[in-house]
């Protein structure tokens, strides 16, 4: 064990800790001043000179597994508001199956943590077969991925020991949102949405830091579902990827049924579900969507639902009226909130896992890094 754990017991808990830190390394040197003014800009070194390559695609298309699909996802909204180019998602493997059609003029951006997982690097080469250009977001210098693309970012979000992914998917994320930023620079009319974005990248780590005192709260919530069978969490917009993230970590590590659900699909399936017994974390911060979750939480009440709210600070009382658990966040900017909203989720994930007794950083049958198909 090179790395040591310092005063955290296992390594998931030590890398959920230093996501201030993670984050900060990750921006380094990337958010820089405009000339004399005070206008700050992003600069991605690896992406530079092929911006405008990029600008000119017929599509972004965004590669990858697991918790890196879904950093992907939650980056998606944002890439497509400020570059105005169509993006698509597309999960490793399927994309191989399917042999989906890919064009010379699309730019693929394979995104993972460890660089080597074996699905994202055939999806990889079978890009290059068809001329795409292809962009690397990966967290290990040297890796295939970073080698094999033909430019890219590295996240600097440090070593990940334990087997569920946590710093990587927040720094992921972040890197995406400047990749957005860096491809849509030059857009007079969102312009001032890009600056608003590099404030709230700024003030992300100090956010991270006070959501992070959430810690024992979420030990006492774990407490209280130690014995469920299955979890649900409920998102939609920037938060949908939350929800699948946060049940990826539960399944994962807790070893526990857990499923993120698409709000918008409630009524097509999954509202069946629904009783007293069965614990629901509904994902409800504000932003353009918060409306429409205050409407997805009034129905799951109306059908008994055993709700757990996560809303934005202060919100308690408007989201449920002080009928139900919440699990209140800091505000930021909304292509941002999932990286905020996702932490008290990885905590829930962390002390599950412990107060069930499983083991946290090597769970079975998982590997780190998925090296075969
Ligand atoms: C995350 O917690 C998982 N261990 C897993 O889903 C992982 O994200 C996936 O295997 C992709 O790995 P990569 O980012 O190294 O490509």
């Given at each position: 064990e090179q790395i040591s754990k310092g005063k955290y017991e296992h390594y998931m808990q030590k890398e959920i800790h230093e996501q201030p830190e993670s984050l900060t390394t990750t921006m380094r040197g990337r958010l820089i001043r405009d000339g004399s003014s005070k206008r700050k800009s992003v600069l991605l070194g690896g992406l530079k000179d092929h911006l405008k390559t990029i600008r000119r695609s017929r599509r972004i298309v965004f590669i990858g597994c697991g918790t890196s699909y879904n950093a992907a996802l939650a980056a998606r909204p944002i890439l497509e508001e400020l570059c105005g180019i169509p993006v698509t998602m597309e999960i490793a493997s399927d994309l191989l199956d399917r042999q989906a059609p890919v064009y010379r003029d699309d730019t693929i951006i394979f995104v993972s943590q460890?660089?080597?997982t074996a699905d994202t690097l055939n999806a990889l080469e079978y890009a290059q077969e068809n001329g795409a250009l292809c962009v690397g977001i990966t967290?290990?210098?040297?890796s295939s991925i970073a080698r094999s693309t033909h430019c890219g970012v590295h996240i600097?979000?440090?070593?990940?020991?334990?087997?569920?992914?946590?710093k990587a998917y927040t720094s992921q994320i972040v890197v995406m949102a400047m990749v957005a930023l860096a491809i849509g620079a030059d857009s007079i009319s969102t312009a001032q949405r890009r600056e608003g974005i590099i404030e709230s990248l700024l003030n992300l780590p100090g956010k991270i830091r006070e959501v992070l005192k959430l810690d024992e709260e979420m030990k006492d919530l774990a407490r209280s579902l130690i014995s469920e069978q299955s979890l649900l969490m409920f998102g939609r917009g920037y938060n949908y990827a939350t929800a699948l993230e946060g049940a990826l970590k539960v399944k994962e590590v807790a070893l526990m049924h857990s499923e993120g659900i698409l709000a918008g699909e409630m009524?097509?399936?999954?509202?069946?579900?629904?009783?007293?017994?069965l614990p629901i974390v509904v994902i409800a911060t504000r932003d353009q969507c918060f409306s429409k979750q205050q409407s997805v939480i009034q129905q799951l009440k109306a059908r008994k639902g055993r709700l757990i709210v996560m809303c934005t600070e202060g919100d308690a009382e408007a989201v449920c009226g002080g009928s139900c658990p919440v699990i209140e966040v800091p505000h930021i900017v909304d292509c941002l909130q999932p990286v905020v909203n996702i932490v008290p989720l990885q905590l829930l994930a962390y002390h599950l896992t412990v107060l069930r007794g499983y083991n946290v950083d090597q769970p079975r049958n998982l590997a780190k890094s998925v090296t075969t198909e």
């Open positions: 460890s660089g080597e967290n290990t210098v040297g600097n979000a440090g070593s990940e020991i334990g087997v569920a992914s946590t009524k097509h399936g999954p509202l069946a579900l629904v009783d007293e017994n």
